[in-house]
T-cell receptor, first 111, second 114 residues
Framework: GQQVMQIPQYQHVQEGEDFTTYCNSSTTLSNIQWYKQRPGGHPVFLIQLVKSGEVKKQKRLTFQFGEAKKNSSLHITATQTTDVGTYFC???????????FGIGTKLQVIP | DTGVSQDPRHKITKRGQNVTFRCDPISEHNRLYWYRQTLGQGPEFLTYFQNEAQLEKSRLLSDRFSAERPKGSFSTLEIQRTEQGDSAMYLCASSLVEGNNGYTFGSGTRLTVV
């Protein structure tokens, strides 16, 4: 499957600042998933978005799926040091599709 | 522990040797996936199973790689005649076919080929 593009690749923020990572596809996505991987750890599933224009929140994390289902974003409000890690968006899953990961955005939070 | 288990956690092998990794998925999950991850990259798909059937194998995967899931439960990934380029983290994940298709990953097997 085609990859999804993520920007930025790296982001350093001061603790308490907000953070956003963007995921873009050249083709329409059936759904998008987001994962977090802590340093030295394995990817952990955060959420799946399916509907056009969908917005979901998990505490300080807000996930959006674009109206055209070609892009998505993850926004973290008031970052904490526990938010450090790499955030991956991934296309696919469902039916006979497998999940295809982007390159990820590595977030560093400076205390 | 009801998560995905992988064994071993680390493997160092000499170039040319064969290695085999094992994955025990979450028991209720009927899909099992193998991914490979190198530093600074996202997980790269290798192959996946639904129950015991291998449904897809990456075209990038050399024929030195083979995976099995003989009874639809645990899976093994074998790499024959290892090369230095095979050094990576090998991740196993499992999921359900229906409903929330989020993957649960294991902690991975880190392979170093010297």
């Amino acid at each position: 499957g085609q990859q999804v593009m993520q920007i930025p690749q790296y982001q350093h923020v001061q603790e308490g600042e907000d953070f956003t990572t963007y995921c873009n596809s050249s083709t329409t996505l059936s759904n998008i998933q987001w994962y977090k991987q802590r340093p030295g750890g394995h990817p952990v599933f955060l959420i799946q978005l399916v509907k056009s224009g969908e917005v979901k929140k998990q505490k300080r994390l807000t996930f959006q799926f674009g109206e055209a289902k070609k892009n998505s974003s993850l926004h973290i409000t008031a970052t904490q040091t526990t938010d450090v890690g790499t955030y991956f968006c991934a296309r696919g899953a469902g039916g006979y599709q497998k999940v295809t990961f982007g390159i990820g955005t590595k977030l560093q939070v400076i205390p | 522990d009801t998560g995905v288990s992988q064994d071993p956690r680390h493997k160092i092998t000499k170039r040319g040797q064969n290695v085999t990794f094992r994955c025990d998925p979450i028991s209720e999950h009927n899909r099992l996936y193998w991914y490979r991850q190198t530093l600074g990259q996202g997980p790269e798909f290798l192959t996946y199973f639904q129950n015991e059937a291998q449904l897809e194998k990456s075209r990038l995967l050399s024929d030195r790689f083979s995976a099995e899931r003989p009874k639809g439960s645990f899976s093994t990934l074998e790499i024959q005649r290892t090369e230095q380029g095979d050094s990576a983290m090998y991740l196993c994940a499992s999921s359900l076919v229906e409903g929330n298709n989020g993957y649960t990953f294991g902690s991975g097997t880190r392979l170093t080929v010297v």
